[in-house]
């Protein structure tokens, strides 16, 4: 199982994380010997008993709208203004 | 008054009744010997100061009094939740858990925030961004995780209970290495309101005290269903502590997975306590039955994709705009994204995310994550085949005793593989429970068993006969008397 540099970084940006350099071998190390031994659910996926289970999920309650009180929320936030949360400007004009 | 050290919740409530000491006595001992021991110990992330727990719960109710520590990934109002991790360390939780609600009404006590593994992932509390927590058997070996904190604290008698969470183990692993008892109740019975999610379809609130009786009296008052969860299950709370006779349920039959007892790498000394163990459960009336429950050879693997893929998207809402910690001098949101997350998150997050965006990415998903999910129904339909024939399971709780701190820095699988025992009730979201059944060089074992959907009353009953005819529970570590 390969996972080069590259595909790192790839899925770094994908998770919205930058890595500092001298963090990546030890990450490709990890995740390469993760992977290698999750893939071992392979060698059951072709059992018959297997290819019958259907995937069941839990019973969920009606996911119906609760009201809260946006001040507690807005409270958390590292930055607000106005009731709204602050973030860099994401349109140039 | 004598030292409340090691006193059971049972303990301290005949002492109220019979006025032999008061509640106050009681968190007054309970604070000096964290301050006395913590130090070496690092179970707390913070003790609150003592007026504070007091005026958070009632005077009355069946925990009147009972002073527990609580993990720091469950929310205690206006206390921090900061999941030992630098991105929420200043995090306060604006409401309670649905738990700990319950807990306060009924008198418990929370002194403080229990040390864990960021987010709760790992098996050692070595992830904790904060601090190292040590096993109170040996200051040189891990507590085990990823309640590390919960855990230790209650072993070293610095308080008779403690919740923790788990979601392949991170109750029972750590209690079995700490020498105490961990329950995982049944996937839905206690409401995840207001605990941090890490893999919402396997975490569950568990409990940790000293004996079965303690345990069984906590899970009273936070168990049954709660509209605030969507996966709460229907059902009320029992009163668990009526079953615990001393005896086993007449005509109980035990199945051994030998496949499991008998796997690679299990420790000599833990095999010879589980023997030893089936002896006693024979003695006591049950039928002992070999069977085996080969995917659970699978379920490491499984947990591995599952709980990674859940953890890529429930830690996704970290991002630096509406809680937790911001990275400074950013100047696109991208930027600000990026940055929070990685000044914010500890490597194991970091590897355990980016293992999660890759099982679920478009040319991979089929290949990890819909076959875990596959073999995950084979792990439920085995299991429900194995309760036809018993009423409950037996396993270690984990390969060995406490490892050393750092024992897998060049190889973090074989940490990742201590979930082994544990992870397959996770994943088929049955009941379980480690007790502890011996000790190899001073060092404690656990014993694990598990039962069908909602067999608590049963699995406790039986953990508790086990206990009453063993002597393993009445061992303390002498360094915190």
């Not at chain 1, 970084?9 to 890595?19: H, M």
């Not at chain 2, 490491?300 to 998207?313: G, K, P, T």
Request: aromatic share 8%; glycine share 8%.
């Amino acid at each position: 199982m390969e996972i080069t540099k590259e595909d790192l970084l790839k899925l770094a940006k994908l998770s919205a994380l930058t890595l500092q350099e001298e963090e990546i071998p030890a990450l490709i190390k990890q995740i390469k010997s993760v992977l290698f031994y999750a893939r071992s659910v392979q060698k059951l996926a072709n059992n018959d008993l297997v290819a019958t289970q259907e995937i069941t999920h839990p019973h969920l309650r009606a996911d119906s709208v609760r009201l809260c009180s946006s001040q507690e929320i807005m409270n958390e936030a590292p930055e607000h203004a106005e009731g709204f949360f602050v973030v860099p400007r994401i349109i140039e004009g | 008054m004598e030292s409340l050290a090691f006193a059971t919740i049972q303990q301290l409530k005949t002492g109220y009744a019979t006025g032999a000491f008061t509640p106050n006595d009681v968190l007054q001992d309970c604070l000096n010997r964290f301050k006395t021991y913590d130090k070496k110990l690092g179970t707390a992330l913070e003790i609150f100061e003592q007026r504070s727990i007091v005026e958070c719960s009632n005077t009355t109710g069946s925990l009147a009094g009972i002073p527990g520590i609580i993990k720091d990934n469950i929310c205690q109002k206006e206390r921090i939740t900061s999941c030992a991790s630098k991105i929420l360390a200043n995090y306060r939780a604006p409401y309670d858990a649905t738990a700990i609600g319950r807990l306060k009404k009924e008198g418990a006590l929370l002194v403080g925030r229990a040390n864990c593994d960021e987010f709760a992932m790992g098996s050692s509390t070595e992830t904790s961004a904060f601090q190292k927590t040590f096993n109170p058997w040996d200051l040189s070996k891990v507590p085990g995780g990823s309640s590390g904190g919960s855990i230790a604290a209650v072993a070293a008698g610095l308080v008779p209970w403690s919740l923790g969470t788990e979601t392949g183990g991170s109750v029972r692993q750590p209690a079995a290495l700490c020498g105490i008892v961990g329950l995982k109740p049944t996937y839905g019975l206690i409401s995840r309101y207001g605990v941090v999610a890490y893999a919402s379809s396997l975490d569950q609130i568990g409990i940790a005290s000293r004996t079965v009786k303690d345990t069984a009296a906590v899970l009273e008052v936070i168990a049954g269903h709660d509209a605030a969860d969507a996966t709460s299950l229907g059902v009320s709370a029992q009163s668990y502590t009526a079953a615990l006779t001393g005896k086993i349920p007449e005509g109980l039959t035990v199945g051994i997975i030998t496949n499991a007892v008998y796997a690679p790498g299990v420790d000599k000394a833990m095999i010879s306590a589980v023997e030893d163990s089936i002896k006693v459960l024979r003695e006591l009336g049950a039928t002992i039955k070999e069977i085996s429950i080969p995917s659970m050879d699978y379920g490491a693997a499984v947990y591995f994709i599952i709980s990674r893929a859940e953890a890529a998207s429930n830690l996704a809402r970290f991002d630096g705009v509406r809680y937790g910690v911001r990275a400074d001098d950013v100047t696109t949101l991208a930027d600000l994204y990026q940055k929070s997350r990685a000044e914010g998150f500890g490597s194991e997050v970091k590897a355990r995310i980016i293992i999660g965006n890759y099982v679920l990415s478009a040319g991979h998903s089929k290949e990890f994550y819909l076959n875990a999910l596959k073999v995950q129904q084979l792990m439920r339909f085995e299991f429900q085949q194995a309760f036809k024939e018993v009423d409950v399971v037996l396993t270690p709780t984990a390969p060995s005793t406490a490892f050393s701190f750092d024992a897998f820095a060049d190889d973090k699988l074989q940490m990742d593989l201590q979930d082994y025992f544990t992870c397959a009730a996770n994943l088929v979201g049955i009941p379980a429970i480690s007790i502890p059944c011996g000790f190899s060089n001073n060092l404690p074992l656990g014993l694990q068993l598990m039962g069908p959907h909602l067999s608590e009353d049963r699995l406790l009953q039986v953990a508790h006969a086990y206990e009453q005819r063993t002597e393993w529970h009445k061992h303390t570590p002498q360094a915190f008397l």
